[in-house]
């Protein structure tokens, strides 16, 4: 049995106005990267996982991010081999409703007590994308909002796989997964099993390298340096008419850049949300 390390962050800095889940969720992101596969927020920190095998970080110091700026200090604790297992079961995030339709559970919640919500299972494990987030629950609002039934679409940068599950669940016709990040994959596939759908249309790698096109729809959910670059490539992956629903990054300035980037694209604006500091966007091919 694996022995993990805890590491436990406290914010120092971080932009005005801004949440301490949105916080977090960042600092999260970029553990993620390093190997780190569990991240729970309790009491005002951030705790997060790490294999003790593969761990190179110093045992305390300081996590900076340039954009948005932010700064944690970190201790950290080797656990007893088997306890984090039981941190992980027992302490994983909670049921999530959105738009009084979706109900959103792990594997070892209980159901929904109203039995008219559409009910999704979500192991999240070290991936992105539980709903707890505001841009994923924009996401997702979006998807509620959109006629998709019959249609084919891309989960791009998936993560957990729910956005592209929600879109399956709620009546789309085909749903290719695609995200850089070999866990990503695996949990998404996991995730699909969880909801009975087919765990396949999964690809390692980027949209370009897909090589798919002739789309309904696009959910993307990702850095916005990574959108503006991306759009003239979500314009060709899409058929005329397609959707094309966005968030991953700011509003007030973020927005501005992302709207004006994809009107010089030929996009036209459908949906505009914000919360909690973040904004979502929605466009549609003309």
């Known amino acids: 049995m694996k022995q993990y390390k805890v590491y436990r962050y406290c914010i120092e800095e971080a932009p005005e106005g801004m ?12 553990l993620a990267t390093m190997g780190f596969d569990t991240f729970i ?13 593969i761990c190179t970080l110093p045992e305390k110091g300081v996590l900076e991010i340039a954009f948005p700026p932010l700064r944690c200090a970190y201790t950290s604790e080797l656990l007893p081999e088997g306890h984090y297992n039981a941190v992980w079961e027992g302490s994983e995030a909670k049921p999530i409703t959105v738009g009084n339709q979706l109900y959103i559970r792990a594997p070892h919640h209980a159901h929904s007590p109203n039995r008219n919500l559409l009910e999704i299972l979500i192991a999240p ?9 505001p841009t994923t629950h924009m996401m997702l609002e979006m998807i509620l909002k959109s006629d998709l039934r019959g249609k084919r679409g891309i989960d791009v940068g998936c993560g957990t796989g729910l956005l592209g599950i929600t879109a399956l669940l709620k009546g789309a016709k085909e749903m290719h997964f695609i995200d850089t990040d070999e866990r990503a994959i695996r949990n998404t596939q996991e995730n699909l099993q969880h909801n009975d759908l087919p765990a396949n249309n999964l690809y390692l790698g980027t949209l370009s390298e897909s090589g798919l096109s002739d789309m309904d729809f ?45 009107l010089e694209q030929e996009f036209t604006p459908l949906y505009e949300m914000q919360k909690e500091g973040w904004a979502a966007l929605g466009f549609y091919c003309h």
């Open 41 to 53: 927020q309790e009491s005002g920190l951030l705790m997060a996982y790490i294999s003790a095998e």
């Open 125 to 133: 494990k070290d991936t992105f994308g539980t709903a707890s987030h």
């Open 218 to 262: 696009l959910l993307v959910n990702i850095h916005r340096n990574i959108i503006l670059s991306d759009l003239p490539l979500y314009r060709t992956t899409l058929r005329h008419k397609g959707i094309l629903l966005l968030s991953g990054f700011f509003e007030e300035e973020d927005a501005v850049t992302i709207r004006q980037a994809a």
């Open 19 to 30: 949440s301490e889940e949105s916080v977090y969720d960042l600092v999260a992101e970029q």
